[in-house]
């Protein structure tokens, strides 16, 4: 009788160990070469991370204002993916948005870094819903922006001409510390 | 037995799987990169902060990538809000304080080994005091403009 009882409050136990599973089983991410990276491929469901934690919950994960997270089918973990797949500065927010409250299957990149507080954060690279043979690529990001910014067309990537980016250095320089600042420390680090 | 069972029984009870109980804290820190920081493509993580990195933490910031608060102890918290802007990803208020150095107080969560802040004030805001450019230069180097040197 106990004997049972037993092994069922063990099952209900938080899954402490069950985050270091190893997810990379068919995984096809790409390697970036990073020193705590792990390449995993899991199902999860697409959560606006402020109302997992907070309850306060707008019907649209925030409209992309908002970071996403990844509850993971497996095990419960709420994994953060904080990159999508391009190498440009740029977030997951729009690549999960269209994915929002729904399940999916996802492959990328785990970083596991515990000595600087890094466990359970996520490069996202590829998506698709659950059963589904094709993936859609964590790309978006700068074709977004693009639409969303037609005043900023031009050469060069889109860091190099944001609006709001360019004001800030504009403003407080490439260090942030005033434009006579500025000028000083780029005088030492480039005489 | 019946003693074990009593534990195992309170602990389940006590730790529900996805725990998230806030706590109020009052901490002081600066507003990073999350994603330079914990992935280490630019280098160590003092390399990844301050003025060293301004320029890219607006880039990432703009970019939609999450901004944490390293704490003074180390520890990173993910801000998902501040004064009433939820605007995580992207949005201004968080772009506005890249790397400065803030007081906040609001509301910490924990959730499977990351920590998290809601900001409800930001006591005082220092600007940007960690002036790490003369040991590290501008990191990445590209984020000063060829001809801005």
Redesign the interface.
């Known amino acids: 009788m106990?004997r049972p009882?037993?092994v069922a409050?063990?099952l209900?136990?938080?899954?402490v160990q069950v985050?270091a599973q190893d997810f990379s089983a068919g995984s096809e991410a790409k390697s970036?070469n990073?020193?705590?990276?792990k390449p995993a491929r899991f199902e999860a469901k697409v959560v606006d991370?402020?109302c997992?934690?907070?309850g306060?919950c707008p019907a649209d994960c925030?409209g992309?204002?908002?970071?996403?997270g990844l509850v993971r089918a497996a095990d419960?973990?709420?994994?953060?993916p904080?990159?999508n797949n391009e190498p440009?500065?740029?977030?997951?927010?729009?690549e999960l948005l269209p994915f929002c409250g729904a399940e999916v299957e996802v492959d990328g990149l785990l970083?596991e870094?515990?000595d600087?507080?890094?466990?359970?954060?996520y490069?996202v690279q590829l998506i698709r819903k659950p059963g589904e043979t094709d993936w859609v690529k964590a790309n978006r990001?700068t074709k977004v922006w693009a639409e969303t910014h037609p005043d900023a067309a031009g050469p060069g990537p889109?860091?190099?001409r944001?609006p709001?980016?360019n004001a800030?250095?504009a403003e407080t320089g490439?260090?942030?510390?005033g434009l006579e600042k500025d000028r000083e420390?780029?005088k030492?680090?480039?005489p | 037995m019946r003693r074990t069972l009593t534990v195992l029984a309170t602990l389940a009870l006590a730790t529900p799987l996805h725990a998230a109980e806030g706590e109020r804290i009052r901490v002081t820190g600066e507003l990073i990169d999350t994603w330079c920081y914990f992935s280490g493509v630019m280098g160590g993580t003092d390399a990844v902060v301050g003025t060293a990195h301004h320029t890219c933490a607006l880039w990432c910031s703009a970019g939609g990538i999450p901004v944490g608060l390293r704490a003074e102890d180390g520890t990173v918290y993910m801000v998902l809000k501040i004064e009433g802007s939820a605007e995580s990803a992207g949005g201004d208020t968080q772009l506005n304080l890249a790397s400065h150095v803030i007081e906040a107080d609001g509301i910490a969560y924990a959730r499977d080994g990351l920590n998290y802040l809601v900001v409800e004030k930001v006591v005082t805001d220092q600007g940007i005091t960690n002036e790490n450019h003369l040991d590290y230069g501008n990191v990445p180097e590209f984020s000063v403009p060829e001809e801005a040197r």
């Not at chain 1, 990073?34 to 990276?37: I, N, R, T």
């Not at chain 1, 490439?174 to 510390?177: I, P």
Request: net charge negative.
């Open positions: 106990i009882a037993l409050l063990l209900a136990l938080p899954a985050s970036w990073l020193y705590a990276e991370v402020l997992e934690l907070t306060d925030g992309g204002a908002r970071q996403l419960g973990v709420l994994v953060f904080t990159k440009a500065f740029s977030g997951a927010v729009v970083i870094d515990p600087i507080g890094a466990t359970n954060v490069q990001w889109w860091f190099r944001d709001r980016v800030k250095i490439y260090f942030g510390l420390i780029l030492e680090l480039y």
